[in-house]
C-alpha cells in the first residue's frame, strides 16, 4: 500500500527556534510536496522538489527551506520559527507522470509560542 | 495559472439527503481534477479524479463528479449522505504536469445533521 509517514503529527516550539519536519515516501516516486494548511485558506504550497536535490518554490515559500538529499526523504525547515508559522504541514509525493495524483501523509500540526 | 473556487465553505445535509459540493475551477490548459476528503486530524485522500475520458466519474464511498467544461464546474455528488461522510472536502486541479502538484480550493466543510 501507498504511504507517506510524517515524522511527527504533534510539535510544539519557541520562537525563534529551529524546526525540521521529516516526510518519508515507500512507493519511489519522483515527486515530493510540502503544503500549508490554515482553516479558511485551504492547502498553499510551500516548496516541491521533482528530483534529489533539485528543489522549487510554491507560493508561499518565505521562512521556509527544503532538503532532498535521497528520493525517498523530503524535509522541511522553518529556520527561526514564528508565531505565524503555527499550522498543519502536510507532506504528499507522486509520480513523475502527468496525472499529477498526489498521495499525502497524515500531517504534522505545529504549535509556535 | 490554475484557480479552484468552492462554494460554502460549511454544508449542512440531513442523514439520507443529496448531497452537493460546489467546484469551479479556471485552466490555462486542459485540467485534471480531484476530489479529496480531510477527516479530522488526518492526511488528504483521493475521493475521486478526471483525468480523459468520461465526464462522469465514480470515486470511493458512493461519490461522484461530472466534469463540464462548458460551465467550467466539477461538482460532488452523493444521493444519500451518510454520517461518516461529515469531514472537510477539497477539490483541486492539475494542469501543468504532474511535478507542479495541485492547486487546492479553500475547503468545504460537510456536517451531517441526524
Known amino acids: 500500500d501507498v504511504k507517506v509517514t510524517q515524522s511527527s503529527r504533534y510539535l510544539v516550539k519557541r520562537t525563534g527556534e529551529k524546526v525540521f519536519l521529516e516526510c518519508v515516501q515507500d512507493?519511489?516516486?519522483?515527486?515530493m510536496f510540502w503544503y500549508r494548511q490554515d482553516p479558511g485558506l485551504g492547502l498553499r504550497l510551500i516548496y516541491f522538489?521533482?528530483?534529489?536535490?533539485?528543489?522549487e518554490k510554491g507560493d508561499i515559500p518565505e521562512g521556509y527551506s527544503v532538503s532532498r538529499e535521497k528520493k525517498e526523504r523530503f524535509s522541511l525547515i522553518l529556520e527561526s520559527a514564528s508565531t505565524n508559522q503555527t499550522s498543519m504541514y502536510l507532506c504528499?509525493?507522486?509520480?513523475?507522470?502527468?496525472?499529477?495524483?498526489?498521495?499525502f501523509g497524515e500531517g504534522s500540526r505545529l504549535t509556535v509560542l | 495559472a490554475q484557480s479552484v473556487t468552492q462554494l460554502g465553505s460549511h454544508v449542512s445535509v440531513s442523514e439520507g439527503a443529496l448531497v452537493l459540493l460546489r467546484c469551479n475551477y479556471s485552466?490555462?490548459?486542459?485540467?485534471?481534477l480531484f476530489w479529496y476528503v480531510q477527516y479530522p486530524n488526518q492526511g488528504l485522500q483521493l475521493l475521486l479524479k478526471?483525468?480523459?475520458?468520461?465526464?462522469l466519474v465514480k470515486g470511493i464511498n458512493g461519490f461522484e463528479a461530472e466534469f463540464k467544461k462548458s460551465e467550467t464546474s466539477f461538482h460532488l455528488t452523493k444521493p444519500s449522505a451518510h454520517m461518516s461522510d461529515a469531514a472537510e472536502y477539497f477539490c483541486?486541479?492539475?494542469?501543468?504536469?504532474?511535478?507542479?502538484?495541485?492547486?487546492f480550493g479553500k475547503g468545504t466543510h460537510l456536517i451531517i445533521q441526524p
Open positions: 504528499a509525493s507522486s509520480l513523475g507522470s502527468y496525472t499529477g495524483e498526489l498521495f
Open positions: 512507493m519511489d516516486h519522483e515527486n
Open positions: 522538489s521533482y528530483d534529489v536535490k533539485m528543489k
Open positions: 485552466s490555462s490548459v486542459p485540467p485534471y
Open positions: 478526471y483525468t480523459t475520458g468520461a465526464t
Open positions: 483541486a486541479v492539475s494542469g501543468r504536469g504532474g511535478a507542479d502538484g495541485l492547486t
